[in-house]
């Protein structure tokens, strides 16, 4: 069992960049994909991006393709997420999850649980 903890949220303008960071507790960390979720006020919980086992494979939101890149040290059990040219719609709770990559994908991932999350707040 993965076990994810978000850090790296914060207070930036936009046009700014932040590097999020997941770290997973476990020894089966490389056995699963890891994606980026979010969740702004009053909003669903929605996709950000995911990454397949070896980060040979990735794949991205719409909303922040070409700005936000995930990769992954499998050797430190971390999934990072760099997100450049912020806008104020970033604004929300980010969280990971380890799951399958067709399962992060799908388009409707659903959990029992999530982690606390790490906030970003992009102002204008």
């Known amino acids: 069992q993965v076990q994810p903890v978000e850090s790296g949220g914060g207070l930036v303008q936009a046009g700014g960049s932040l590097r999020l960071s997941c770290a997973a507790s476990g020894r089966t960390f490389s056995s699963y994909a890891m994606g980026w979720f979010r969740q702004a006020p009053g909003k669903e919980r929605e996709f950000v991006a995911a990454i397949s086992r070896n980060g040979m494979r990735t794949y991205y939101a719409d909303s922040v393709k070409g700005r936000f890149t995930i990769s992954r040290d499998n050797a430190k059990n971390t999934v990072y997420l760099q997100m450049n040219s912020l806008k104020p719609e970033d604004t929300a709770v980010y969280y990971c999850?380890?799951?399958?990559?067709?399962?992060?994908?799908?388009?409707?991932?659903?959990?029992?649980?999530w982690g606390q999350g790490t906030q970003v707040t992009v102002s204008s």
């Open positions: 999850a380890a799951d399958s990559f067709q399962n992060i994908v799908s388009g409707s991932y659903q959990r029992s649980s």
